[in-house]
């Protein structure tokens, strides 16, 4: 039986690329086909407790931060220690030496097309761990097919052989909410209707400050325009009147919070896939959000694409998609997504 190896240092992270990691790993642990040994950096963590025990005996405590120097020096005599066929990275900051074959997720190439007022250090080691984990992976997981023909336009013809898009995915818990667990989740936030919804970080391509402008235009007191979002970019951000900015929010309130809104609206510049669109999808919630990267990919045909503009932004809020009477089947399931990923890492782990 192969022994494979799950990088699960990003997977505490309250971010779109710790739900990733969770719910992937999750759904691949419910197979029997290989022995997967995970590499995390807390074993206190709470997703942690919910896998089972023999899975959380063979994990291996990794307390070593994303892009830092001790990745890159110590993580590789970790991952040669612990003995795997291969390792399955969410992300693609693996080791320049790692010592054994792997394969890597590329969500997006964000720090190509948007730097967003990173140094050029940072920008120059992220060009060179990205460079390699393309060229010296096994195969590479493009969530989108947006990402990967960003891939094959910046790292040309010859990783398209090797580069598999496999869609993320929606959970388990966006299912109809009852009317109790939304009044519940409602009261917790102090949140009342009617308001539109925004989920995602702050950082500069997605333009949230524009969104924020849009609603003022709107000069409606009844509706609000609530932000759950974290991070050091919401300091910068001019809040309007009408914008609240919520921040922590459990993952498992979020339905009830796409259920309550008017609409989820988002004005990003660039989405290697976007999951809060099929997420309130999935609840029935009204998507108004711009015509842009994988967004046109994923959002579903009732979704109303815009140009990311504050007047096409404030028109949108005046008017806004009606939901539909009914919530047709979405085609991502994290389920799906992790059965293809499993599939994938075994085969390349011979």
């Given at each position: 039986m192969h ?13 779109g690329?710790g739900?990733y ?6 759904h691949?642990l419910?197979?029997?086909?290989a022995?997967y ?6 074993t206190?963590?709470e997703?942690f407790?919910?896998l089972?025990?023999?899975?959380r005996d063979?994990?291996i405590?990794?307390?070593i931060?994303?892009y830092?120097l ?8 970790i ?10 990275s969410?992300h693609?900051n ?6 054994v074959p792997f394969?890597?997720t590329v969500?997006d190439?964000i720090l190509?097309?948007f730097?967003n007022?990173t140094?050029w250090?940072?920008?120059f ?6 460079r390699?984990?393309?060229r010296?992976s096994k195969?590479i997981i493009a969530?989108?097919h947006f ?5 094959k336009?910046v790292?040309?013809n010859?990783?398209?052989?090797k580069t598999v898009?496999i869609h993320e995915g929606?959970?388990n818990?966006?299912?109809p ?12 936030y102090e949140?009342k ?8 970080n702050?950082?500069e391509h997605k333009?949230v400050?524009m969104?924020m ?6 000069n409606?007191?009844?509706?609000e325009l609530?932000v ?10 001019h809040?309007?009147?009408?914008t609240r ?8 309130d979020?339905p009830a ?6 609409a989820?609206?988002?004005?990003s ?5 976007c999951?809060p669109?099929?997420e309130a999808a ?11 990267a994988?967004i046109?990919e ?6 109303l694409?815009i140009e ?9 809020l005046?008017?806004?998609?009606a ?8 085609p991502?399931r ?5 059965t293809k990923?499993?599939?994938?890492i075994l085969?390349k782990?011979?």
């Amino acid at each position: 039986m192969h022994r494979i190896g799950i990088d699960c240092r990003f997977a505490n992270s309250p971010t779109g690329l710790g739900r990733y990691t969770r719910e992937i790993v999750t759904h691949v642990l419910q197979r029997n086909d290989a022995e997967y040994v995970l590499f995390v950096r807390d074993t206190q963590e709470e997703w942690f407790y919910r896998l089972p025990r023999h899975i959380r005996d063979q994990a291996i405590k990794t307390d070593i931060p994303h892009y830092s120097l001790q990745e890159q020096i110590l993580l590789p005599s970790i991952l040669k220690k612990a003995n795997i066929d291969l390792l399955f990275s969410p992300h693609f900051n693996v080791p320049l030496l790692c010592p054994v074959p792997f394969v890597v997720t590329v969500h997006d190439l964000i720090l190509h097309r948007f730097p967003n007022k990173t140094s050029w250090l940072k920008q120059f080691l992220y060009r060179c761990v990205m460079r390699h984990a393309v060229r010296r992976s096994k195969a590479i997981i493009a969530v989108s097919h947006f990402t990967a023909a960003e891939l094959k336009a910046v790292y040309g013809n010859t990783i398209t052989a090797k580069t598999v898009v496999i869609h993320e995915g929606v959970g388990n818990d966006f299912v109809p909410q009852s009317k109790e667990k939304i009044e519940s989740v409602l009261q917790k936030y102090e949140l009342k209707k009617p308001f539109f919804l925004y989920v995602g970080n702050a950082k500069e391509h997605k333009n949230v400050q524009m969104l924020m402008d849009a609603f003022a235009e709107l000069n409606d007191p009844s509706k609000e325009l609530i932000v759950i979002s974290g991070g050091q970019e919401i300091t910068r951000l001019h809040q309007r009147h009408g914008t609240r900015i919520i921040h922590p929010v459990r993952d498992a309130d979020l339905p009830a919070l796409y259920a309550s809104a008017i609409a989820f609206v988002t004005a990003s510049l660039y989405e290697g896939f976007c999951l809060p669109v099929i997420e309130a999808a999935a609840m029935g919630c009204p998507v108004i959000a711009t015509n842009r990267a994988a967004i046109r990919e994923v959002a579903s045909a009732g979704s109303l694409l815009i140009e990311p503009t504050v007047e096409a932004f404030a028109k949108a809020l005046r008017n806004p998609p009606a939901r539909a009477p009914h919530i047709d089947p979405l085609p991502f399931r994290w389920e799906d997504a992790a059965t293809k990923i499993a599939e994938l890492i075994l085969a390349k782990s011979v």
